[in-house]
DNA sequence: TCAATAGTTCAGTCATCATTGAAACGTAGC
DNA sequence: GCTACGTTTCAATGATGACTGAACTATTGA
């Protein structure tokens, strides 16, 4: 949490450590079907307890996933009433994809050409991209 | 390994299962540097030897985490005298990324915009993007 | 064929992780 | 305050993963 943007809005530059605890963090089944559930459920996020139905796990085991996920700094938590809505932490996993890609760059840019052809054509980017 | 292309070279399309595991294999810190090592020496590879001695790892760990990558679909291998050359599987390596932004883009371009701009920043789009 | 080199496999150990049920905590409404 | 609901914490278990040294396989060169 102490590292410094690297000048695009809404990418959370990471390190080695933090990578590695991101990835592990999305490395497991459940976890990885969190996130999925999150992004998709967009900014607002989702309770707990319906999450802990999408992705069908019990409650003491969705908690335990949540605390992995946010230690990892991929999803967020607010309290709104009596429930607590989780959502997906946008520049963590921004960060993630662009630490992935910094490697492909080093000195081969004909490397990861394809996987920025992939996002393109996937999301065109916007006029606005300091969306976080 | 069965998985048709999605119509855009050099990213592998893959399914959830095979994204655990290949962020699973990536959640682990000598693996983690292995990637990174095998990426950057480019596509001729790098020796078991010498990758042991850049990560910092005995040959019997490196062996162990290699078979783990292999398994993943992250690295290939091939034999060249008595050596073994590893090197990066960067269609792979694009296919998770490209997983991750699927996830992104459903119904809100907008959150993953930051991430094609940070790409875009990272390595320009060439104009032949069908390298492998 | 023999020795040397490069990697892998095997068996075993220690640590970490995923999962579960029960109990505890905090919040909302009566 | 009391009760119901939503969520987390705790304790315990089984499974999986990381690492090590020794033994094994494959290739090269004499």
Do not use: W
């Amino acid at each position: 949490m102490t590292d410094a943007p690297q000048g695009i809005d809404g990418v959370l530059a990471i390190d080695e450590a933090r990578a590695v605890a991101a990835f592990a963090a999305l490395g497991q089944e459940n976890r990885l079907r969190i996130v999925r559930v999150l992004v998709t459920a967009g900014p607002d996020g989702m309770a707990a307890g319906r999450l802990a139905g999408a992705v069908g796990v019990s409650g003491t085991n969705l908690s335990f996933h949540l605390k992995e996920l946010s230690h990892a700094g991929l999803v967020r938590s607010r309290r709104a009433g009596r429930s607590i809505l989780y959502s997906a932490a946008y520049p963590a996993l921004s960060g993630l994809i662009q630490f992935l890609m910094r490697d492909c760059c080093q000195g081969r840019p004909e490397v990861c050409a394809p996987a920025v052809a992939a996002l393109a054509a996937c999301c065109p980017p916007t006029r606005d991209p300091s969306h976080a």
